[in-house]
């Protein structure tokens, strides 16, 4: 079995690089033969990735634990979904993961596009198959999943396995890995298009038009893989947060900063005709972070506690990297006169300009983040001294950067094309600023005297109330022309127009995670020693220890610790924080309780028991407003897919073209009609 | 081009406040990575600066102390001469790697006494493989297809 996975493997690196060739020869020498034959590669790549992961999976299944990779990652108690789910829990079986979801996204894009891009699709296969055949190289030749463990010249099968990590045995940790890298793995194809159109030369932005939807897809994947491992960290790492900063998170963030940055910036493209050049370096930024990601995470360097450049694939890695880079920036200097601007900038007042301000903001984000999480390597280069820096510094840059966002988020989408006067500012935006302000009077009334909390609360009020009005205005215009209530002419209004409508409610969904992030400001914890009969006072909760019961089962021994909970005064039933000790990973873990409600969490972990074995360590955590993050996951989601459906009325943008600017100050044009669909 | 200048103006502006924010939150949070013998050769230096240690949890020398966590960490896996007593006493749970002969990352000051207060504790365990397979064969165990 695992020499018809190893085969595969190795035949499918074969066909990736046959694939690059037979398409770049087919390009250059017009051969149209040689890419048909290359395109037919691509799917041949796919069916032997799908026979290698599918003999692995059955492996894993089966509990052939004569296999490395089984006994590292499996067991025989374990449950049948964890045994399919250790496909990602090692290095081997995740990096076939990667290769194996590109390998599906490329047959299905040279799929789509048989017919379509004559000239540029070669140098899509070319580009796709390059990062392939990069993975798959890795498999075959570096991180095989499919090694036996060996004693001289016989094979061992060692009975049983490690089991999965058992922080690893939840539920969203089933789905999380595999969402984050549809995400990762998705931006292969704006990347592949973007180098095409580069290399034909192509004056338009038809890889943009093409792969919007592309690009919407892979974000939103992407946020979904963020928020499903914040959730997990959340429910099982019983350190009462969602959000560390650490490398692996910020790897996480990186490319969905850029790529998000390239949703905003590719409609100053499609509109006006500019970034393009910063278009370019977007995507790219925004896979080569993918890449940069996937490195971090899968090459082992962060999880050393002691260097950050080491582990068997890293040099693979940078190689790689600094190849593409190098490649991408010579390609892009190449083809600057492709890539010229049809229009200028105006004014300092003009939807243009947010655009180009909120890029900035969500560069700079990027590049702090980056910095932090690079900074033991920078440090050690510059100084020779390893120095690293922690969770207070990503704050202190990124919770200012957040709150200019949010600002933009309102402004923005209201603010008009070209130029806009302060008149024209206060008509669109003086209710939302008025409500703002006085919820945040109202808020410092009630005792709140965190000056970030307050100027987040302020910004999601200004935003949320510019939205609630572009809706109401929008459904109302509907309402009186078709006589339909407002609830219909909203559902009319967002059909009309779903990217814009989508894209207002993505920004309603950010309110939502804002609002939760800014929970964080109350926080309230406390550690104590619990004897059975005490009591603990946290916030209006107050906790009675009532026991402790443990037992076994095959997987795991366990012990839990129940309490009786009430807050003032009022009974609340019990919770029963648990902690576990694997058997077959001899690993104990924490299962928290946590009672989950719309304004605040109780959220229990049970550490084990005090030294003398009579009393129970707790920490407790009252953790305000983090339900709001994941209701706000939720908005964000649902506004990502209404942008995907088509508009009903076929939208086309006619540029706006510079012809000269004017001597004098031109009054601005009328405010924003919103029965029309000009935006 | 008067407009360039004023997004000029804005840009340097906004980047500068962030700049500002950045080195301000590095002098506040940079920790220095450090073996215990490093430690020492630093001399007085120790104290002042904070520090990201490595060692080895010695084993039978954790002890929990009201909320309190104290072990002794030790320079090198089999035990090593160079001991030095840390104290933890921060508000994260201890992570559920962190016992006897666990590889360990104590983050925080020295005090005069030589005493490490510790504000945050990473832990890993010790390699786990050499556990399962017999001795000897561990070396053995990533070859073969």
């Known amino acids: 079995m695992e020499n018809v996975g190893a085969l595969a493997v190795l035949l499918a690196f074969c066909f990736a690089v046959y694939a690059i060739i037979g398409s770049v020869v087919g390009a250059l020498a017009k051969r149209t033969f040689l890419a048909i034959s290359a395109r037919r590669a691509v799917y041949t790549v796919w069916v032997l990735l799908t026979i290698a992961a599918a003999v692995l999976v059955t492996s894993l299944i089966q509990g052939d634990f004569r296999m490395a990779y089984v006994a590292e990652t499996s067991n025989r108690d374990m449950p ?41 699709m ?32 016989g094979i061992v099968d060692v009975g049983d396995g490690q089991g999965l990590n058992p922080l690893l045995q939840y539920w969203t940790m089933v789905i999380h890995p595999p969402m984050l890298y549809l995400g990762y793995v998705g931006f292969a194809v704006p990347f592949a298009f973007a180098i095409a159109s580069l290399m034909t030369k192509q004056p338009g932005d038809s890889w943009i038009h093409t792969t919007r939807r592309w690009t919407l897809v892979t974000w939103m994947f992407q946020t979904t893989g963020i928020l499903l491992g914040a959730g997990w960290a959340y429910a099982v790492l019983g350190w009462g947060g969602y959000w560390g900063w650490d490398p692996v998170e910020n790897a996480s963030l990186l490319p969905w900063i850029t790529a998000t940055a390239f949703l905003h910036s590719v409609m100053m ?71 010229k601007s049809e229009s200028q900038l105006e004014s300092v007042l ?57 600002l933009l988020t309102g402004v923005g989408p209201l603010i008009a094309w070209r130029r806009s006067s302060f008149e024209s500012l206060k008509r669109a935006f003086f209710w939302p600023a008025a409500s703002g302000v006085g919820v945040a009077l109202g808020l410092f009334a009630a005792g709140v005297h965190h000056f970030y909390a307050l100027v987040s609360f302020m910004l999601c009020t200004f935003v949320a109330v510019t939205v609630i009005i572009e809706f109401y205005k929008g459904a109302k215009a509907i309402g009186s022309k078709s006589g339909q209530n407002l609830l219909m002419g909203m559902m009319e209004l967002t059909h009309r127009n779903t990217r814009r409508y989508g894209g207002y409610l993505v920004h309603l969904g950010i309110v939502v995670l804002f609002v939760g992030f800014t929970g964080k400001a109350f926080d309230l914890n406390a550690t104590v020693e619990l004897g059975t009969g005490q009591t603990l006072q946290l916030g209006h909760f107050t906790m009675r220890s009532v026991g402790m019961e443990s037992g076994q ?70 953790n305000p407003l983090v339900s709001w993050v994941w209701i706000g996951y939720w908005v964000v989601l649902i506004g990502t897919l209404i942008c995907m459906i088509p508009s009903k009325t076929k939208l086309v943008f006619p540029r706006t073209e510079v012809v000269g600017i004017a001597k004098h100050d031109i009054p601005t044009p009328e405010e924003v009609k919103h029965d029309t669909v000009e935006n | ?115 490490f207060h510790a504000t945050k504790i990473q832990a890993k365990c010790a390699s786990k493989y050499e556990a399962q397979v017999p001795q000897g064969n561990a070396a053995a165990s990533h070859t073969g297809i």
């Not at chain 1, 392939?132 to 060996?150: T, W, Y």
């Not at chain 1, 890449?291 to 890293?314: E, K, M, Q, W």
């Open chain 1, 350 to 406: 003009s939807r243009e300009s947010s655009f180009l301000f909120n890029n900035l903001i969500l560069l700079a984000s990027c590049f702090a983040i980056l910095w932090g999480t690079l900074f033991p390597v920078i440090s050690e280069a510059v100084t020779g001294e390893k120095i690293s820096v922690d969770a207070p510094f990503f704050n202190r840059v990124n919770i200012p950067i957040g709150l200019f966002l949010m």
């Open chain 1, 553 to 622: 089962n095959g997987n795991y021994q366990w012990s839990r610790l129940t309490l009786a909970v009430s807050k003032d005064g009022q009974d609340l039933g019990t919770m029963s924080p648990e902690r576990r000790f694997y058997v077959a990973s001899k690993q104990p873990t924490s299962e928290v309780a946590i009672r989950r409600r719309l304004d605040q969490d109780l959220y229990v972990n049970y550490a084990g028991p005090s030294d003398d074995g009579t009393k129970a360590v707790i920490q407790t955590f009252v």
């Open chain 1, 80 to 120: 049948s979904v964890y045994k399919f789910t250790a496909w990602w829990g090692g290095m081997g079986g995740s990096l076939l993961l990667w290769a194996w979801l590109l390998s599906t996204y490329s047959a299905v894009v040279v799929w789509q596009n048989r017919r379509k891009f004559r000239d540029m």
């Open chain 1, 269 to 339: 493209q499609e509109k006006k005709g500019m970034m393009k050049v910063w278009n370019m370096v977007l995507v790219a930024s925004t896979f080569f972070l993918c890449i940069f990601g996937t490195f971090l995470t899968r090459s082992g360097v962060v999880s050393s506690v002691h260097a950050f450049a080491s582990g068997t694939i890293g040099p693979y890695f940078v190689t790689f990297l600094a190849i593409g880079i190098a490649g991408t920036a010579y390609l892009i200097l190449n083809r600057l006169e492709y890539l």
């Open chain 1, 122 to 153: 070669p140098w899509v296969t070319a580009v796709l198959m390059t990062t392939e055949g990069f993975f798959v190289m890795l498999i075959a030749f570096v991180a095989s999943p499919f090694k036996v463990l060996a004693q001289g010249k």
């Open chain 2, 1 to 115: 081009m008067n407009n360039y200048w004023k997004f000029g103006t804005l840009t340097v502006a906004i980047l500068g406040v962030l700049a500002w924010l950045a080195v301000g939150g590095v002098k506040e949070t940079q920790t220095y990575f450090k073996t215990i013998p490093e430690v020492r050769v630093m001399g007085d230096q120790a104290q002042v600066k904070r520090l990201r240690v490595t060692g080895w949890v010695k084993p039978g020398s954790i002890s929990h102390q009201g909320g309190n966590v104290q072990f002794m960490m030790v320079d090198a896996e089999a035990g090593g001469n160079d001991h030095m007593a840390v104290v933890y006493s921060g508000i994260d749970p201890l992570p559920d790697t962190f016992k006897d002969h666990a590889q360990a990352v104590a983050e925080g000051k020295l005090d005069a006494n030589g005493v």
